[in-house]
């Protein structure tokens, strides 16, 4: 049964750090491209960050580009997405999807607020 769990996400400050993880089961997690996504109510999913299956090839929105980081851990079947110096508008379901050919996954979300 395939299943991505997020956790992580909560209620912190203007300027404040959260660590989001995202940790698979159910298929071959060092076979898979992980993204993290986010969506605010009214709004399109948007994508915030991707690694490929090595590690070694990142890409991020411009939104969060210098502020936020993509990693993963094979070993622990799991992605992380550290975001440092938050704003309001990173307020947002973040989500994990993995995706190899045409295979794609997505977990059930963790929110994150940001206050001003």
């Known amino acids: 049964q395939v299943q991505l769990v997020e956790s992580g996400g909560g209620l912190v400050q203007s300027g404040g750090s959260l660590r989001l993880s995202c940790i698979v089961s159910?298929?071959?997690?060092?076979?898979?491209?992980m993204s993290w996504y986010r969506q605010t109510p009214g709004k399109e999913r948007e994508l915030v960050a991707t690694?490929?299956?090595?590690?070694?090839?990142?890409n991020y929105a411009d939104s969060v580009k210098g502020r936020f980081t993509i990693s993963r851990d094979n070993a622990k079947n799991t992605v992380y997405l550290q975001m440092n110096s938050l704003k309001p508008e990173d307020t947002a379901m973040y989500y994990c999807?993995?995706?190899?050919?045409?295979?794609?996954?997505w977990g059930q979300g963790t929110q994150v607020t940001v206050s001003s």
């Open positions: 159910g298929f071959t997690f060092s076979n898979f491209r």
């Open positions: 690694i490929n299956s090595a590690g070694n090839n990142l």
């Open positions: 999807k993995a995706v190899r050919w045409n295979n794609e996954y």
